[in-house]
């Protein structure tokens, strides 16, 4: 049993590259999203989705763009990198509403640095 | 808005004794979901309890156990005879049952444990 599965570990960006983090979880979880964890800031929201097909911005949502074309799947668009963009990111999906079915699982997490 | 306040930057516990983390949030919504994750050096996120807001009893997990004080919007973590691999970052985190059940963090709390 996979989890949520997060690509790559590590990264490194020119100003203004773009790329794409993947996310894929494999537990039919409908609420999957995206946080970056910054010192001193805890973890801040930036996209999440209810359900294939349907995403919506969070806390820090500029600069990213996000699509859920499947359940499993949610990745994560970094359009133009600004050395603001580095962090550690990370994919997250729940279960429905109620009890610890609500708990996030993680995954392993993305360092990204900008240069 | 909703949020969640960790005021506790950094804490120090002598091993084997018990240390409470603080947490308070702010919410409007009638029902929501209260959680502590643990994030070790290691940087993985790992669930450590829930609370519900309409349960009536404190949540524990073993060494856990979550002290809500739902007046005070107080969810403070309580970890009972601590030991050296409870050295670690500690987040209080939020899901509220309306805009899109989103999960939100607080800053987050280091631990060190001392032997």
């Known amino acids: 049993n996979a989890g949520v599965t997060q690509t790559p570990k590590f990264q490194v960006l020119k100003t203004g590259q773009s790329m794409t983090l993947q996310c894929a979880q494999d537990?039919?979880?409908?609420?999957m999203s995206w946080y970056r964890q910054d010192p001193g800031m805890g973890l801040r929201l930036i996209h999440y989705?209810?359900?294939?097909?349907?995403?919506d911005q969070g806390e820090v949502p500029n600069g990213y763009n996000v699509s859920r074309s499947t359940t499993e799947d949610f990745p994560l668009r970094l359009l133009s990198a600004a050395p603001s963009q580095t962090s550690v990111y990370f994919c997250?999906?729940?279960?429905?509403?109620?009890?610890?079915?609500?708990?996030?699982?993680f995954g392993s997490g993305t360092q990204l640095s900008v240069l | 808005a909703q949020k969640i306040t960790q005021t506790q930057p950094g804490m120090f516990v002598q091993e084997k004794e018990a240390v409470t983390l603080d947490c308070t949030y702010d919410?409007?919504?009638?029902?929501?979901?209260l959680f502590w994750y643990k994030q070790p050096s290691s940087g993985e996120m790992i669930f450590l309890i829930y609370?519900?807001?309409?349960?009536?009893q404190n949540a524990t997990e073993g060494r856990y156990s979550l002290n809500f004080q739902k007046a005070r919007k107080s969810a403070n973590l309580v970890i009972s005879a601590s030991q050296l691999g409870d050295s670690a970052m500690y987040f209080c985190?939020?899901?509220?049952?309306?805009?899109?059940?989103?999960?939100?963090f607080g800053a987050g709390t280091r631990l060190f444990v001392k032997a």
């Open positions: 609370q519900g807001s309409y349960d009536q």
């Open positions: 997250a999906s729940s279960g429905d509403w109620g009890s610890t079915n609500e708990k996030l699982f």
């Open positions: 985190a939020m899901r509220p049952s309306t805009g899109g059940f989103k999960t939100i």
């Open positions: 919410t409007s919504d009638p029902s929501y979901g």
């Open positions: 989705s209810v359900g294939a097909g349907i995403t």
């Open positions: 537990m039919n979880h409908e609420y």
